[in-house]
């Protein structure tokens, strides 16, 4: 079994004949798709010669290390071994998963097709590291599929896997999705059954008229499903977030993280940071207030919370205001990892440091000016500069991890005429983040659609005519979330506005 973790979420799966490639380099289609946010890709040739096929997978290769994506080869494991790629993909009448083992050893990736639950399991209890379940829809890419298993099929896999103790393995289907279906295919029940953590498609990008585009689409999508899991997560987990934050907002944000079904600390004073950290808690490290004694509990917790290897969030409120706070921002980032900086645009652009500081700041209020692909931008290389997901919010939020990179245009006014909503949303994403700590940018995702559609929700209550009525409005509402999400009702995620950007457009 693997240790690294690889991110599932759009799987390209490549195709080299005419009727898919057409004339197109598959080089190129590769890497736009990459470019587009593809997590994973499988060369597949089934026709080529071994020297060939070496060629070939060893291009792909180059590319796909510069993306930081794993190489999977389709069927032919002496290709695998040949190119030290990251491994291979068999399939039931492929060469066993032992023997595979054998020859690639414990470290490389081998996922298995698996088509009915006996398989499935049988494929997991050989070791398998992830599952290809298919074939969903037909498909003219493979004609010699053996059943057609519908979304339906693909429920009863993973329902199989979830009850037999093998809910933990990663699974993507495969085989006739697109951009048209891959939102039904994804969504589900909302209960309790194990979810897909990806979609395996060939012809939706391969034969593309713009790969990196449909690559984006997808992984929205996916992206977009994968939100509810983690606001149950919270909500079954009660996770414990840990507060270090301002006078002003020590309230609201605690009752805003019991919305959310978390459970809130708040605790300026860092000999506690240890014991918390123990207890499975993520820390909020807000400097609203900053003091010099609370600079000082903020790194000691800081230190605390890394040690122990739980998530902290960074919410360098009104960094850019004061020498005082830009030296905080500068101390408290050398002072250890964030798995989560959130900030206004003016707040990191100080996080930031870069020379591109064209903003003013007036006390913490944003009086940002960039364009939302600047913004992009900037959240894209604080997030590589600091190995975090960035969330950068304003009108349009911003998320990114470095390789992807989300907007979100939920939300509503009301929420900058209250005090605390911005921070009470750090709350809220280290409770998130605590609790999903596989992906951090699913979470982040999820905290901040989750507050934009509650805010969109309460606005439009008929007993709301301002700011005062919104407050208990919006937490009604981010209840209401939890507890429908728990529920199965996910009528919530048709208002999520969630699209991938490209980070690199002008
Ligand atoms: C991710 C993924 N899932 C399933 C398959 C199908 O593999 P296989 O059963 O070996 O069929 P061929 O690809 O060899 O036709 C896959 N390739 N990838
Ligand atoms: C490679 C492959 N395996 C399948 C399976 O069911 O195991 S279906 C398939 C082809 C999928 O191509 P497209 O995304 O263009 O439909």
């Given at each position: 079994?693997?240790?690294?973790?690889v991110?599932?979420?759009?799987?390209?799966v490549?195709d080299?004949?005419?009727?898919?490639?057409?004339?197109?380099?598959?080089?190129?289609?590769?890497?736009?798709?990459?470019?587009?946010?593809?997590?994973?890709?499988?060369?597949?040739?089934?026709?080529?010669?071994?020297?060939?096929?070496?060629?070939?997978?060893?291009?792909?290769?180059?590319?796909?290390?510069?993306?930081?994506?794993p190489?999977?080869?389709?069927?032919?494991?002496?290709?695998?071994?040949?190119?030290?790629?990251e491994?291979?993909?068999?399939?039931?009448?492929?060469?066993s998963?032992?023997a595979?083992?054998?020859?690639?050893?414990?470290?490389?990736?081998?996922g298995?097709?698996?088509?009915?639950?006996?398989e499935?399991?049988?494929?997991?209890?050989?070791?398998?590291?992830?599952?290809?379940?298919?074939?969903?829809?037909?498909?003219?890419?493979?004609?010699?599929?053996?059943?057609?298993?519908?979304?339906?099929?693909?429920s009863?896999?993973?329902?199989?896997?979830?009850?037999?103790?093998?809910?933990?393995?990663?699974?993507?289907?495969i085989?006739?999705?697109?951009?048209?279906?891959?939102?039904?295919?994804?969504?589900?029940?909302?209960?309790?059954?194990?979810?897909?953590?990806?979609?395996?498609?060939?012809?939706?990008?391969?034969?593309?008229?713009d790969p990196?585009?449909?690559?984006?689409?997808?992984?929205?999508?996916?992206?977009?499903?994968?939100?509810?899991?983690?606001?149950?997560?919270?909500?079954?987990?009660?996770?414990?977030?840990?507060?270090?934050?301002?006078?002003?907002?020590?309230?609201?944000?605690?009752?805003?993280?019991?919305?959310?079904?978390?459970?809130?600390?708040?605790?300026?004073?860092?000999?506690?940071?240890?014991?918390?950290a123990?207890?499975?808690?993520?820390?909020v490290?807000?400097?609203?207030?900053?003091?010099?004694?609370?600079?000082?509990?903020?790194?000691?917790a800081?230190?605390?919370?890394?040690?122990?290897?739980?998530?902290?969030?960074?919410?360098?409120?009104?960094?850019?205001?004061?020498?005082?706070?830009?030296?905080?921002?500068?101390?408290l980032?050398?002072?250890?990892?964030?798995?989560?900086?959130?900030g206004n645009?003016?707040e990191?652009?100080?996080?930031?440091?870069?020379?591109?500081?064209?903003?003013?700041?007036?006390?913490?209020?944003?009086?940002?000016v960039?364009?939302?692909?600047?913004?992009?931008?900037?959240?894209?290389?604080?997030?590589?500069?600091?190995?975090?997901?960035?969330?950068?919010?304003?009108?349009?939020?911003?998320i990114?991890?470095?390789?992807?990179?989300?907007?979100?245009?939920n939300?509503?006014?009301?929420?900058?005429?209250?005090?605390?909503?911005?921070?009470?949303?750090?709350?809220?994403?280290?409770?998130?983040?605590?609790?999903?700590?596989?992906?951090a940018?699913?979470?982040?995702?999820?905290?901040?659609?989750?507050?934009?559609?509650?805010?969109?929700?309460?606005?439009?209550?008929?007993e709301?005519?301002?700011?005062?009525?919104?407050?208990?409005?919006?937490?009604?509402?981010?209840?209401?979330?939890?507890?429908?999400?728990?529920?199965?009702?996910?009528?919530?995620?048709?208002?999520?506005?969630?699209?991938?950007?490209?980070?690199?457009?002008?």
């Amino acid at each position: 079994m693997v240790n690294r973790t690889v991110d599932y979420g759009v799987y390209l799966v490549t195709d080299s004949t005419p009727a898919v490639l057409g004339d197109c380099s598959l080089t190129q289609v590769v890497e736009a798709a990459l470019r587009g946010g593809v997590g994973i890709v499988q060369y597949r040739d089934k026709n080529c010669s071994h020297e060939d096929a070496v060629t070939t997978a060893r291009e792909l290769h180059v590319l796909t290390k510069r993306f930081d994506v794993p190489l999977l080869v389709n069927d032919r494991v002496e290709v695998a071994v040949e190119v030290g790629c990251e491994g291979v993909h068999i399939g039931q009448d492929d060469m066993s998963f032992d023997a595979a083992r054998r020859i690639l050893g414990s470290e490389k990736i081998i996922g298995v097709t698996v088509s009915c639950e006996e398989e499935a399991i049988r494929a997991c209890e050989a070791g398998a590291d992830y599952l290809g379940i298919g074939t969903v829809f037909a498909t003219q890419t493979k004609k010699d599929t053996k059943s057609i298993i519908g979304p339906s099929g693909v429920s009863t896999i993973l329902e199989a896997l979830k009850e037999s103790g093998h809910g933990a393995v990663p699974t993507v289907c495969i085989g006739g999705i697109n951009n048209s279906n891959a939102a039904s295919v994804l969504a589900h029940d909302g209960s309790s059954r194990k979810s897909l953590d990806g979609l395996a498609v060939v012809s939706a990008l391969i034969a593309a008229p713009d790969p990196a585009a449909a690559a984006r689409q997808l992984l929205g999508t996916v992206l977009t499903a994968k939100m509810p899991q983690v606001v149950r997560t919270v909500a079954g987990t009660t996770p414990l977030t840990h507060n270090m934050t301002n006078l002003v907002v020590q309230n609201f944000a605690a009752n805003v993280a019991l919305a959310v079904g978390a459970s809130p600390i708040m605790a300026n004073y860092a000999e506690e940071a240890p014991d918390l950290a123990k207890l499975g808690a993520a820390l909020v490290i807000n400097m609203g207030t900053i003091t010099p004694d609370g600079l000082r509990n903020f790194i000691q917790a800081l230190k605390a919370y890394n040690d122990a290897g739980r998530p902290v969030v960074f919410d360098p409120v009104g960094a850019g205001a004061t020498a005082v706070r830009r030296e905080a921002v500068q101390t408290l980032l050398a002072a250890g990892h964030y798995a989560v900086i959130k900030g206004n645009s003016s707040e990191l652009l100080t996080v930031h440091g870069g020379p591109s500081v064209t903003e003013r700041q007036r006390g913490v209020d944003s009086t940002a000016v960039l364009s939302i692909s600047e913004r992009a931008r900037l959240a894209r290389d604080i997030a590589r500069q600091h190995s975090c997901v960035v969330l950068l919010t304003g009108p349009t939020d911003l998320i990114s991890d470095g390789r992807r990179t989300l907007r979100v245009d939920n939300g509503h006014e009301l929420l900058g005429m209250v005090t605390g909503t911005g921070c009470s949303l750090g709350t809220t994403v280290s409770a998130m983040v605590g609790a999903f700590g596989e992906d951090a940018l699913v979470a982040c995702l999820a905290a901040t659609v989750l507050f934009g559609v509650a805010a969109e929700m309460a606005a439009v209550r008929p007993e709301v005519r301002g700011p005062g009525t919104f407050v208990p409005a919006f937490i009604d509402e981010l209840y209401g979330i939890r507890k429908a999400t728990t529920a199965g009702d996910l009528q919530w995620l048709s208002m999520a506005k969630v699209q991938v950007v490209n980070a690199d457009e002008k």
